[in-house]
């Protein structure tokens, strides 16, 4: 079944611990983090603190996005707060095979984003050092926006250059109950939902809404 990871962006917080609380006994799988910087995105969000802060609160699965300038210089930090992945932005990645090499060897999962108007060439010759690829389905820095169908088909052919690598293919941006199974359909395998889940009355359908089998009419 496909991995739900809320986007802690959309959560209250004032209580980020217990929205954590909500969203695990909802049925969620991991906990996603979009660290901004105000530089490489128009937004500033949170660092390595809050990883660490609710690392011993959940047993999720920490999902770091590291939405930032020189993003090798804050590996190790958010490594040792406590993150399972770290994932960062293509387009911020001077040498982008250096950059995931060093998150390996920090013992955490690598993972890179690629920006809607960014090609899939631009990662072609580091799938092998891939654990996971992160499709933007919204141009990165707010919560809230309006999915762009363009990444249907850009996540469809990442599926395909992958062949038999073992590496998920994740999705972020505009992702609710009516775009949910249209990614997974493409080949998604990690849906990151914000509002679509912390902005519901009811986190635990909220959830099962996302991975339902059937599209919605």
């Not at 699965?61 to 770290?86: Q, R, T």
Request: with cysteine; proline share 6%; aromatic share 6%.
């Amino acid at each position: 079944m496909v991995k739900i990871a809320p986007s802690l962006l959309s959560a209250d917080f004032s209580h980020l611990a217990d929205d954590v609380k909500k969203v695990e006994e909802g049925g969620a799988h991991w906990l996603h983090f979009d660290v901004m910087d105000g530089h490489f995105v128009p937004n500033l969000t949170m660092g390595p603190q809050v990883v660490k802060s609710l690392r011993n609160k959940t047993d999720l699965y920490f999902d770091v996005h590291l939405m930032i300038e020189n993003p090798e210089n804050y590996l190790e930090a958010f490594a040792k707060a406590g993150a399972d992945s770290i994932t960062v932005s293509a387009e911020a990645c001077t040498h982008l095979h250096r950059i995931l090499q060093m998150t390996r060897d920090l013992g955490v999962k690598a993972g890179v984003a690629l920006n809607p108007a960014t090609p899939l060439s631009v990662i072609e010759y580091v799938l092998d050092d891939v654990d996971l690829v992160l499709i933007m389905s919204v141009n990165p820095g707010f919560g809230g926006q309006k999915f762009i169908p363009a990444a249907v088909p850009k996540i469809r052919a990442l599926r395909e250059m992958l062949g038999e690598r073992p590496v998920d293919i994740q999705v972020d941006g505009g992702i609710n109950a009516e775009t949910a199974p249209v990614v997974r359909d493409a080949g998604a395998s990690v849906l990151v939902a914000g509002t679509a889940v912390f902005g519901e009355p009811d986190v635990i359908q909220a959830i099962k809404m996302l991975q339902t089998e059937k599209k919605l009419v």
